[in-house]
Every structure is written in C-alpha cells, then in structure tokens.
C-alpha cells in the first residue's frame, strides 16, 4: 500500500508522524512503511559486539552469538531490512527529493531503485514519448504505451507497482528551452540524478547549477557493453565534473588561434559548413554578421542553437569581444576561430555559479546531434547496472560507514567518483589498465577529492560562498541528532491577563515568574546555588487551537533536516560528527548555530555552548551556578513569541524581519549531562542572517571610511562648514560630535542638504583593489572584494548624472538611520518595549 508521511501537532505540541494512506486502500494493510518517523524515530544501527564473558558470546559461534542484534522487528516493516544494515539512516533516505532528470532507459530504471528505496520524493522529467524499440531496457513502460509521454508512464507504473512511500511528481518539459523550470526543480531537491543526453555544455549547465545550490550530482551513461557512473558532491571546495574536463571542443574552438585555425579548417570542419550555408544565401556570403552567424549556429548539426531568446544576444557579445560588427570573409578561418573562441568564452561565462540559475533558457549552448542508440546499440543489462550503480554510489555517499581507520576528521564518506565497467570482460576501466600494463592509475578520484585549482566553475561557486559567509559568518561546526522532542510553534498564543483580572491567572503568573529569583533548591542539594534566568514579565501561554482570546502566529514549516531529532553541536573529531544525519554548519555567537537546508539558512539558538554542550559555570553575582549553552521553556517560549510579534509589527511597516520562529527542541538529558533535572532548550528560526550583522555592518563602514573618503590636502573644510551652518554655530569653533549636540538637546545639521546648497561634491573614491590590501582582506574574499569595488567604482563615476546627492556616504547613513528610524516606530506602535534588567544572574 502507497503511504504518505504527515506531521501532525499533539495536544502537547510535539511533533509525531502519522500515516495517511494515497490513493484509495488497495494493498496489503498488514504492510508498514509509516515507522520511521515513529517506533524507530532517528534510529542507526550501531555495529556493536557482544563481550567475550557475556553469555551470548559464550553460547555459540553463530552471527548472533558475537554482534548484538538490531531492535525488535515490528511486523510489515517493509523497510527492516534497510534499517539493520549499520550506519543505514532509513529517516535520512526517506528526507531525500530526488530530481530525474531523464525518463529513458537509465532514468527510469534510477527512479524504480529510489523508489523502492523509499526516498520522499522522486521528480520525474523528460520531454520524449514512449518508442517500440524503447520496451526492451526502459522497464516502467509495456506495450500499450508506445507513443505515451515517458513521465506520465513511468510515474504510473511507479505509483501502481513500485512504490512504497515516496511522492511522485511527473513533469513534461523541454529542459533546455524551460531552464526555469529545472532551476525551480532543482531548488526543491536535495540530490540531481543527469540522464539526459544533450550534450557535453548540458552536462556543464547541471554541473554548475549544482555547484551553486551545493547539490551532490550523480550522472550516469551506458553503450553496448559499457556503463559509466560520476558522482560529485556539490560542495565547496570538492571536485566537479568539470575540474579536468575543457569544454573548448564544444564549440569547435581552441584556446590557441593556431590550432583553433586547423581545426575549423579540417574537412568538413566549420570552416567548409559555413561556406556551404553561405552559399545557399548569396545575399549573406559578403556580409557574415549576427544575423547570418544566428541562423548557421541554429542550423549546424554541431550547434543547433535554436529556439531561445539569449542566442542572438550571446552571438552579438562574442562579436562585441572582438571589436567587430561581422566577420572579415577574405580571411574567414581565422575570423571565425577567432569568434568560435569568443562564442565559447562568453557563452560559458554566463553558465557559471551565481548567474546560470537566473537564465531564460540556455538553448544558446551546442545541442550536437548525439550518435543513434542503433548505431552503438543498447540493451537492458548496462542500462539497469548504470542506474543501480548511480543510486548506491549517492546512498553509500548518504549514509554508508565511514572507514573505520585513521583519524575521526579522515573517515569521511568518500566513494569514487568515477566508476567505468564493461561488462564483455567483466572488468572496470582500472582493472583492465592493471591487466594490460600492470599498473594502477595514481590519479584516481574519489567525491571529496579537491577541486582542480584552474576550475572555472568552482572557483566561481567558491566566490558565491565567500560572499555568503559575509552575512552569514565562517567558523564551521558540526551539529548531530540526539534524544528529545521537536515542538512546533503553538497554533496561537493566549494574550496576558490584564491588569484588572478577577481570574487568578495573573496573580499566579507572577508569582511563578518572580520564583525564579531564587536558586532551585527544591530540586535537591546539588541545585541549591543553582539559578535559570528570571524574566521580569509573566510566562507566555500556548494556546494549541486558534480562539477568540489568543493570536495567531507567523512561524514557518520546519525543514525536514531539523525536524526528525533535536540538533546539538559536537566536536568535529567526535564519533557523533559522523552521523548520517549529522549537518554541517556556521557558528553564531557561544550558543547558537546557523544550518543551510533546502536553500534557506536557519538558526539554532541554544544548541549548546560552543561544542562543549550544556556546560555549568558560576555566573551569579554570588557565586550562583547557571547552566550555559541552552535556552530554558519559559525563555524559549518568550523568544519564540516576541519574534513572532516583531515579524508581524515590522510586516505593517513594509519590512522584514530577520528571523521568523519555527519552534523548538527539548533535549532528554544524556547519562553524562550535569543537573539533568534542568530542561534544555533551543529555539530555531528561519533566518535573513548571523547575529549583530547590523553591528558588522557599520563597523565596516567606519573601516572603510578612510579608504572611500581620503582625507584632502586642505582637511574636510567644506564638510565641516557645511556642519556648522546646519547647526548655526561659527565654523571656526570646534565642532563638537554628533552624538553630543543630540544628547544636549541642540540641533543637529543634515550635513548632506548643506552641501547641496553649497553645491560642493565630496571625493569619494572605491578602496583599493584585494592585492593592494594585504593583510586586511582575507584570500578567500579577493575575486568578491574585487568585484565590488568594481561597481562601487562605477556608480561613483556615474552619480553626478543620475543623483544631486554629494556624497555616498552621507547617502547610507541616512538610509540606515532611517530604516532603524521606522523600526523603532513600528515597535513602539505594537507596543514592544526592549531593555536591560537584573536578575540573580548580574
């Protein structure tokens, strides 16, 4: 029976998974796939050994006698098997989204496998129909589908005969001309299996957009009595299919004009098919400019560009690099190397990371009429080993042990990345080279091997990166699922009682909230100079149903990486970094942590106190002990419920918020916890950011401020006369700060309006370029440095036509001002108040 996972909020406000059947109840009920996310809740088995004085180990020699035995088998566990093998993380798996690309014969037979794996969800794309000669190695299709769309097929009979919990999503579409589209798709997934072939720059356009959504990639091909696999692992740093792979020959072009000259002047080369097309069209043979350039790539069986909106534009780019309007006919092979390198050059610099997911369409890449499956040939056997190769190479990636040797930081999930068999000899492409030289290869590559250094695709994806981790911060952690209960945010909140209340509930509100001024002695001798922090305001209240004397909230879905077990940061070097489920993440601040999922960044606030957990440590003024690292039920409520209030107060306002609250963690204290009596918290939010970036930013521009505003040989003296005429005092007098004359009660000047009057331009300037700022600007951040000071450069040069502002600065300090300006005022409308306090804790 096809079964869909559904989260449900209990009356508690924890989560639970509950099975929803799909599509009617045909099926066997007796079968369960609704376990995971119940009885065996982040459940990994563990390899673990009976010890040689035990019982078990002493009652015999078989399997059961020396390995403890997994957990109890529930009956119609259709995935028990998978959940026994250790290391198997059958939650992780059942996380995943799967985008297809390709429903052909290695497509399909990749979608089965996931499938039958039990993955969340498969996507499905292709844009072909079903042939006859399709039937003996596409095997979700049979007879009576020859002419039917292959998505809509292969979806049915997955649906009808293979599946087991997974969603399916069948999507009919010209990947090349509808590039949105797989952009969109590939946003939703979490891993890109390529069985598509359009060529090598198709393969360079999922690579790439893999590269900048930090995808892993698994593409796959297979001919007569070959196959072949490549895995990528899509993160930064790590090889890409591209690293050692040109991408000149596409285009018939060549980095040298030497060789670029021979090779479109070989027979049948493009030299001779640009002379035939053009002499089919005598009217162009003199004039071979855009236009002419347009219709001969659309039509060049090694091109065929046709059917987007960019090709003419890239084609009128390429021109523009070499400084003509059209080729010079009396010296065309050279003229046209010239421009097949120029087409190449700039057509790939738009497939880069950071611009190939804003394209229209990339049909201006070379789609070459691929060799006819009946001319190499295809059958069952290489098409279903591709597929079946692909899935456990990705899944052996996912969840596999890590080597059990070498250091804890070394044992990384790490298969090839390539894997090339031939099944008339039985051999892999690196067996077959020991055989007949008696040798092995020495540059062997596996997935997390580096990226090649001369990678233009990765070093662009490693730019997106470094200007990320501006706003979102550098120091890599490490977070691992342990025991406890993941809260949703409740429905709605119960407002406070009023003042005036006959009820009691805001009398025995305050008097729960003012205890907390006092140590927790009565939870025993060892909490008696214990204290948690002690709000002086009442608790706010869930209320799990909307009524009339609560308000809704604003928080967000939880993405499924944070939502199966509470997260807790861990040492890098620990066993627990090796969790399938583990994640990878930035730190924020002592506590917290921020974690990239589904292409959103969220933030874990009291995750544990750097990676040294729920630490005790004597905080009081007297001495008091205070656990650190967590946030506590009643502090996490009231963070959750503030946010929530800011979001709202700030939407009314037309702005954003930087976090918007999803819930919670409460984490079951561990054997090894101090004062277990104690419950931890973390609250987690959807976040725009690190924390204090509003802080980071302004200290950047006061960094920045001597480079953009030299000082002038003769002072800032028409600044600071135009500071003494707003605030009406002499300009011959000191000038006291800002801040002062404001604290005083004085008037304060609009320095930038005085200029204006005055009509004098302060000149600013971009700051040096990255290798002229040496130590300051770390190595990773230069091509970013470089490219902002680039635009900062131009729009300085092009400000006195477009503004009568005198001055940039002056310009961004006012935006900033006035954007705190407007939230404060939206603020204080809600009625949200801020402010310091003392408690037992100082």
Request: charged share 20%; aromatic share 6%.
């Amino acid at each position: 029976v096809c079964l869909k996972l559904k989260v449900r909020v209990s009356t508690a406000g924890l989560r639970f998974w509950t099975a929803m059947p799909v599509g009617g109840n045909e099926g066997n009920p007796n079968v369960r796939v609704d376990l995971t996310g119940g009885r065996f809740r982040g459940y990994v088995r563990r390899e673990e050994y009976w010890p040689e004085d035990s019982e078990q180990f002493k009652a015999g020699c078989q399997p059961e006698n020396r390995k403890r035995p997994p957990l109890d088998e529930v009956p119609g566990d259709a995935f028990d098997r998978q959940r026994v093998i250790p290391g198997f993380d059958q939650g992780l798996v059942e996380r995943q989204v799967c985008l297809v690309l390709g429903t052909g014969g290695i497509g399909q037979d990749v979608a089965l496998t996931l499938a039958r794996l039990g993955v969340g969800k498969i996507i499905l794309v292709d844009r072909d129909v079903y042939d006859a000669s399709n039937l003996t190695r596409q095997c979700l299709g049979w007879k009576t589908d020859v002419g039917k769309r292959k998505v809509d097929v292969a979806a049915r009979t997955l649906r009808e005969c293979h599946n087991l919990c997974s969603d399916i999503e069948a999507v009919h579409c010209d990947a090349v001309l509808e590039w949105p589209r797989i952009v969109a798709l590939a946003r939703q997934s979490t891993v890109v299996f390529n069985a598509i072939d359009v060529g090598v720059m198709w393969d360079f356009c999922v690579n790439s957009l893999c590269k900048e959504l930090g995808l892993p990639l698994i593409c796959g091909q297979s001919f007569g009595w070959t196959l072949s696999v490549e895995m990528y692992s899509g993160r930064p740093g790590q090889v890409c299919s591209f690293c050692h792979t040109s991408t000149f020959s596409s285009f018939a072009a060549a980095e040298k004009e030497e060789v670029a000259v021979k090779l479109v002047s070989q027979t049948g080369g493009m030299l001779q098919r640009l002379q035939a097309f053009l002499a089919q069209r005598p009217d162009q043979a003199g004039h071979i400019g855009a236009e002419c350039l347009i219709t001969f790539l659309a039509e060049d069986q090694q091109f065929r560009c046709s059917g987007g909106t960019l090709c003419g534009e890239v084609v009128r780019c390429a021109l523009g690099r070499l400084g003509r309007e059209e080729l010079d006919n009396a010296a065309l092979a050279v003229d046209l190397a010239k421009f097949l390198k120029a087409f190449h050059d700039e057509a790939t610099s738009r497939l880069l990371p950071g611009l190939i997911s804003g394209l229209s369409d990339i049909a201006f890449i070379p789609q070459p009429r691929t060799i006819n499956t009946r001319f190499v040939g295809s059958w069952v056997c290489p098409c279903l080993g591709t597929a079946v190769i692909m899935v456990s190479q990705w899944t052996a990636w996912l969840t596999a042990p890590p080597p059990e040797d070498g250091p804890t930081s070394e044992r990384q999930r790490n298969p090839s990345q390539e894997v090339l068999f031939n099944l008339n000899t039985g051999l892999t492409a690196v067996e077959q080279e020991v055989a007949l030289l008696g040798m092995v290869p020495d540059d062997r590559r596996f997935v997390c091997t580096a990226s090649h250094e001369g990678c233009r695709v990765c070093a662009a994806a490693a730019n997106l990166r470094a200007e990320e981790s501006l706003f979102f911060g550098r120091l890599p952690i490490v977070l691992s699922p342990v025991d406890g209960e993941v809260i949703d945010c409740p429905a709605s909140w119960h407002d406070p009682p009023p003042p005036v209340d006959t009820s009691g509930k805001r009398a025995s509100g305050a008097t729960a909230a003012l205890a907390r001024r006092s140590p927790l002695a009565y939870l025993g001798e060892a909490y008696a100079q214990v204290v948690v922090p002690a709000l002086p305001a009442l608790d706010w209240e869930r209320a799990e149903v909307q009524d009339s004397s609560g308000s809704g909230t604003t928080s967000v879905a939880w993405p499924p990486e944070l939502a199966m077990l509470p997260m807790l940061k861990v040492p890098a070097s620990s066993d627990a970094a090796l969790h399938p489920s583990a994640l990878r993440g930035i730190a924020s601040g002592v506590r917290s942590a921020l974690v990239k999922a589904r292409g959103c960044w969220w933030r874990l606030k009291g995750c544990g106190n750097r990676d040294d957990g729920f630490l005790v440590e004597a905080k009081g003024d007297q001495g008091e002990l205070n656990v650190r690292g967590c946030c506590f039920q009643h502090t996490a409520d009231c963070e959750l419920r503030m946010t929530d209030l800011v979001v709202a107060a700030l939407s009314a306002a037309g702005m954003d918020c930087a976090n918007q609250p999803v819930g919670s963690y409460r984490y079951v204290p561990a054997s090894d916890w101090p004062l277990p009596k104690i419950e931890r918290y973390c609250c987690v939010f959807k976040t725009l950011g690190n924390a204090r970036l509003g802080d980071h930013l302004i200290a950047g521009l006061l960094r920045l401020l001597p480079r953009i505003l030299p000082l002038p040989l003769d002072g800032f003296c028409e600044l600071q006369k135009a500071v003494a005429a707003g605030r009406g005092v002499d300009p011959k007098e000191e000038l006291w700060p800002t801040a002062t004359v404001a604290e005083c009660g004085m008037p304060v000047a609009d320095a930038a309006a005085e200029l204006k009057r005055a009509q004098v331009k302060l000149s600013e300037c971009a700051p040096s370029l990255a290798d002229q700022m040496g130590d300051e600007l770390p190595g990773e951040l230069a091509e970013t440095w470089n490219a902002a000071c680039g635009r900062l450069a131009d729009h300085l040069k092009s400000m006195p036509t477009i503004t009568e502002e005198p001055s940039l600065l002056l310009w961004l300090a006012w935006r900033l001002g006035w954007e705190c300006g407007v939230t404060v005022r939206a603020l204080h409308a809600a009625g949200i108040a801020w402010g310091t306090y003392p408690d037992a804790m100082g």
